[in-house]
């Protein structure tokens, strides 16, 4: 399968397949490059919650803004605590988490909305990023997943959400993004007992590999992906990175590799509309 994120610039990958039949789409991962943080946050930190300068954070989500030619103030952030809490944002919600993590939607690891000129964001440093877009509906969302968040079926919540307001499940596209992989995450039982809870009829060597007595190499990407199917998503509507956050050193933070003391890169969707300003 080709890889469908695509390094577009130093600070940003791109998702190709889904911008190509869609003008007014903005959607991406950062990478930890081009930026102004210093050390162990180095360069392109956009986490306000990890002890970075403020200051150095806000200059880099500017840097990005410029990029995107999307202001900072129509950005929207959550305080992201490994839950399944999922909320629709609105013009609203402009600004918050985007220059203060106090302000950011609270308990909250995933968002969407149908309004134009909004961009969602999300920080990662080896979390699953879910990626979620109908073009038919104008609707868009992304969520964390964490393995918490994906025992919790964040996944699947979300895609449960929009056939609730009447999206079609046919025209939902999901992208599984940048995480850790399975070589670089090693859990426990109790871990793995949490996944096959919610994968009952998934082989368990699906997605897990026992590496020593009660330890597992787990792909939480293809948790997520077997999470979206069994939620109804098409198979052929589901895009997976293969890229892996813990060993592309030179391209991403990994709070694994990195043992907690590193940046955050951040995942962002949004539809630009004509007025924007």
């Not at 999300?122 to 994906?150: M, N, Q, R």
């Not at 499940?169 to 992208?175: L, P």
């Not at 590999?209 to 787990?218: F, T």
Request: aromatic letters at 8%; proline letters at 2%.
């Amino acid at each position: 399968m080709t890889e469908p994120f695509v390094l577009e610039k130093e600070q940003t990958l791109s998702l190709p397949e889904w911008k190509g039949n869609a003008s007014n789409l903005i959607v991406g991962f950062t990478t930890k490059n081009g930026g102004v943080s210093e050390g162990q946050f180095s360069t392109l930190n956009m986490g306000l919650h990890v002890n970075d300068s403020v200051d150095a954070v806000c200059q880099n989500k500017e840097i990005l803004a410029s990029r995107l030619n999307i202001p900072t103030k129509n950005w929207v952030g959550c305080d992201q605590t490994h839950e399944d809490k999922i909320i629709k944002v609105n013009s609203h919600d402009k600004g918050k988490g985007v220059y203060s993590y106090s302000t950011a939607l609270a308990g909250t690891d995933g968002i969407y909305t149908d309004s134009e000129n909004i961009l969602l964001t999300l920080c990662f440093a080896d979390c699953v990023p879910l990626y979620f877009y109908s073009k038919e509906h104008s609707l868009v969302g992304i969520a964390h997943a964490g393995w918490k968040g994906t025992v919790k079926n964040i996944a699947g919540n979300m895609i449960n959400r929009w056939m609730e307001d009447g999206v079609n499940i046919d025209t939902i596209q999901v992208a599984i993004g940048p995480a850790i992989s399975a070589q670089a995450y090693i859990v426990d039982d109790h871990v793995v007992n949490r996944v096959m809870d919610a994968l009952p009829d998934v082989e368990k060597g699906t997605y897990m590999k026992e590496v020593s007595r009660g330890q597992y190499a787990l792909d939480l990407k293809k948790v997520n992906f077997e999470l979206l199917l069994k939620a109804g998503v098409k198979e052929r509507n589901i895009l997976c990175s293969s890229f892996c956050t813990s060993s592309n050193e030179s391209l991403f933070f990994s709070h694994r590799r990195d043992k907690g003391k590193t940046g955050r890169m951040m995942s962002f969707i949004g539809l630009k509309g004509a007025d924007i300003e």
